[in-house]
């Protein structure tokens, strides 16, 4: 199992930034990848972007390519995700979560495990 915690959300004007950060424990020595997800009210949990540790791939939403940058730490213990310019519609619930697998990463059940959410609101 990994264990996983976000931390940075808040509430920031349009226009702005907020770097999340989400620390990995546990068997991190398992993990493929780690992405980030959000979630909105009333809508599904959405992929924003994914980065695989051997070789540090990234891969975005077309949504925020351009705007937001993953990045890791070393030993896979924490991984980032800076976002600039944001937009209202960038507001929800933001998931880290970690995969053991190689297959479809912007698919929320490749996914085995999963942090509490940290909101990030986008005032307009």
């Known amino acids: 199992q990994v264990q996983l915690v976000e931390s940075g959300g808040g509430l920031v004007q349009a226009g702005g930034s907020l770097r999340l950060s989400c620390a990995a424990s546990g068997r991190t020595f398992s993990s493929y990848a780690m992405g980030w997800f959000r979630q909105a009210p009333g809508k599904e949990r959405e992929f924003v972007a994914t980065?695989?540790?051997?070789?540090?791939?990234?891969y975005y939403a077309e949504s925020v390519k351009g705007r937001f940058t993953i990045s890791g730490g070393n030993a896979k213990n924490t991984v980032y995700l800076q976002m600039n310019s944001l937009k209202p519609e960038d507001t929800a619930v933001y998931y880290c979560a970690s995969s053991r697998r190689a297959r479809s990463l912007d698919k929320s059940y490749e996914y085995d495990n999963w942090g509490q959410g940290t909101q990030v609101t986008v005032s307009s």
């Open positions: 980065i695989v540790w051997s070789g540090g791939s990234t």
